[in-house]
């Protein structure tokens, strides 16, 4: 039987904080409306389950430690990245209730955040495992710098709604501009420490094998933060008496109101 290590214990830390995240997401997503809010609060539900799967993958190693059980941790540990920037592409969502950013455009940013997820998961799942070790390969950089990109894309946007809005902004609008503003240096930090692991040979940032103190400081322990004050500001925000509801997309394929011109 395997004993317990340092990097398991980061494991359970995250066993033990992600399921809080996972029931304030769903409160939030309640709160948004189901159909609407899938577009906003889905994301950091999904983060959570990610991190409670490779958490739970983490555990599993101690006495079964295989090379599919390293790509399974590996897997959870790059995909969650996708999930954590869609969480405040969907803030922007949610602050922009008048679509002032053309809706055509969160979307695309939505989708090439997901084709960095596939081309994630492409790459972990065909990584060469002649050393036993999983490392990064051509295709996981190519998503990393897709993640990049979307980090720094989504950041430009929140300057310019914010411009274009903050005349005239409401209170759970400031509070979902605070928590994407307050997040961005633990998201920084997160998304250096994954890059550094990528496209460096740097031992420290190794994933699974790396410095496992650096691991907790540079991508557990941001990222919990991160999610904690988005999180808490996002629950803040839908509680707030001028909490304004985003209206269902309309199909063509709905009948037009009889009152209506």
Same mark, same amino acid.
């Given at each position: ?76 540990? $790059? ?6 920037? $869609? ?175």
């Amino acid at each position: 039987m395997g004993s317990v290590t340092y990097r398991d214990g980061i494991a359970i830390l995250q066993l033990i904080i992600f399921p809080f995240i996972l029931l304030a997401s769903l409160f939030i997503w309640k709160r948004t409306g189901w159909r609407v809010g899938s577009k906003i609060w889905r994301f950091p539900f999904t983060l959570s389950l990610i991190r409670i799967a490779g958490s739970i993958s983490s555990l599993i190693s101690i006495n079964n430690d295989s090379y599919n059980v390293e790509v399974a941790i590996a897997v959870c540990e $790059l995909i969650g990245i996708a999930p954590l920037l $869609l969480t405040y592409i969907g803030i922007l969502r949610q602050i922009d209730t008048t679509e002032m950013t053309p809706p055509r455009v969160m979307k695309l940013i939505t989708l090439v955040a997901f084709i960095g997820l596939i081309l994630g998961i492409a790459g972990v799942s065909s990584a060469d495992d002649s050393t036993g070790t999983y490392h990064a390969d051509t295709i996981v950089k190519a998503s990393m710098g897709i993640f990049l990109a979307v980090f720094v894309i989504y950041h430009l946007i929140t300057a310019w709604l914010f411009f274009q809005l903050h005349m005239n902004l409401r209170v759970f609008q400031k509070k979902l501009f605070i928590a994407i503003l307050a997040s961005s240096p633990f998201i920084l930090v997160r998304l250096v420490y994954s890059a550094l692991g990528d496209y460096t040979t740097d031992p420290k940032f190794a994933v699974l094998v790396g410095n496992t103190t650096v691991y907790l400081v540079m991508s557990v322990l941001e990222e919990i933060v991160a999610m904690a004050i988005t999180m808490f500001l996002g629950m803040s925000a839908v509680l707030s008496p001028d909490f304004v509801k985003l209206a269902p997309p309309r199909s063509d394929s709905e009948p037009k109101d009889s009152n209506s011109v």
